[in-house]
């Protein structure tokens, strides 16, 4: 594919109910990372993953937040129990090289707004 | 630890002025810098980069920005806007050897006709 894809792009869902956000990075592309955008804020880091290995997820803010890239390529995230504060963009990015390349262009996909009611 | 600080969350300029985002920055070690834009309902895309080297950077769509190690400042820059800038901008930073990238809070960019 051309770029980053993320489905569903939008997400409405009860205070407790579990969801799942998916994203499809550029093919080849080693390294990806989830952010969230919460309202008038810029993207916050969530976690990262080598390939199929969760390398670092000290921003995931809760054990309610779960993700996982089993063959290196499609990742998903997972929020259980969905609270009022989860509400938010949810942000995934793809790089080609491992992110101890710092300069490594991180392109973007559309993003998925998960809105929890 | 890094952060970045946006100044203004709102700029209008008028078609064919001086478009003029400011960034600050804090980093513990030597910063890589970014410039994102965010077009309605697409993802960030990137605008230009510093990492080493020459501190005036030149990016797409005619922007460029100049880092001041000095003022801890990454300021963006286009000499006329166009309507097609109108979008939101982000600066961002890097650094220890990760890319994992810390994001400010935005500039929204209006351009009146």
């Known amino acids: 594919g051309a770029g980053v894809s993320q489905s569903p792009r939008y997400k409405v869902a009860k205070r407790g109910q579990d969801v799942a956000l998916r994203c499809d990075p550029i093919?080849?592309?080693?390294?990806l990372f989830w952010y969230q955008q919460a309202l008038g804020q810029g993207p916050e880091f969530l976690t990262y993953?080598?390939?199929?290995?969760?390398?670092?997820k000290s921003g995931l803010p809760s054990d309610r937040f779960f993700a996982e890239r089993p063959e290196g390529s499609v990742s998903t995230l997972k929020i259980q129990r969905t609270q009022q504060e989860d509400s938010a963009v949810y942000l995934c990015?793809?790089?080609?090289?491992?992110?101890?390349?710092?300069?490594?262009?991180?392109?973007f996909g559309p993003g998925t707004r998960l809105t929890v009611l | 630890a890094q952060s970045v600080t946006q100044l203004g969350s709102h700029v209008s300029v008028s078609e064919g002025a001086l478009v003029l985002l400011r960034c600050n920055y804090s980093?513990?070690?030597?910063?890589?810098l970014f410039w994102y834009v965010q077009y309605p309902n697409q993802g960030h895309q990137l605008l230009l980069k510093?990492?080493?080297?020459?501190?005036l950077v030149k990016g797409i769509n005619g922007f460029e920005a100049e880092f001041k190690k000095s003022e801890t400042s990454f300021h963006l820059t286009k000499p006329s806007a166009h309507m097609s800038d109108a979008a939101e901008y982000f600066c961002?930073?890097?650094?220890?050897?990760?890319?994992?990238?810390?994001f400010g809070t935005g500039t929204k960019l209006q351009v009146i006709p």
């Open positions: 990015a793809s790089s080609l090289s491992k992110a101890s390349a710092p300069t490594d262009t991180q392109y």
């Open positions: 093919s080849g592309h080693v390294s």
């Open positions: 993953f080598q390939n199929e290995a969760q390398l670092d």
């Open positions: 980093s513990s070690v030597p910063p890589y």
């Open positions: 510093y990492t080493t080297g020459a501190t």
């Open positions: 961002a930073v890097s650094g220890g050897g990760y890319q994992k990238v810390t």
